[in-house]
């Protein structure tokens, strides 16, 4: 939450659900093309990760499609969110 998700408006994107295992859970961040965005792990066991927008550099990413994976060792699945200006 939120997606779409505004870059200038929104503070983060927020994972969170029955996927989201405190301490146990890496979320995955890619373009469509497949370029692995940023890496994201649970480090303050809570069932709720944050995703400010950036990349792994510190770079805002650019408005678009971005797809998601959501491990953990009880679940996997596959998302996709949508970044607005």
């Given at each position: 939450?939120?997606?779409?998700?505004?870059?200038?408006?929104?503070?983060?994107?927020?994972?969170?659900?029955?996927?989201?295992?405190?301490?146990?859970?890496?979320?995955?961040?890619?373009?469509?093309?497949?370029?692995?965005?940023?890496?994201?792990?649970?480090?303050?066991?809570?069932?709720?990760?944050?995703?400010?927008?950036?990349?792994?550099?510190?770079?805002k990413v650019?408005?678009?499609?971005?797809?998601?994976?959501?491990?953990?060792?009880?679940?996997?699945?596959?998302?996709?969110?949508?970044?607005?200006?």
């Open positions: 939450r939120p997606n779409p998700f505004s870059l200038s408006r929104d503070g983060e994107v927020i994972f969170f659900g029955t996927s989201v295992f405190p301490g146990e859970t890496v979320i995955r961040i890619y373009t469509l093309s497949g370029a692995l965005v940023r890496t994201l792990e649970e480090d303050r066991l809570t069932d709720e990760i944050p995703w400010d927008g950036r990349t792994s550099s510190g770079r650019v408005p678009g499609i971005y797809l998601y994976t959501v491990e953990s060792p009880r679940r996997a699945e596959p998302g996709r969110m949508v970044i607005l200006k």
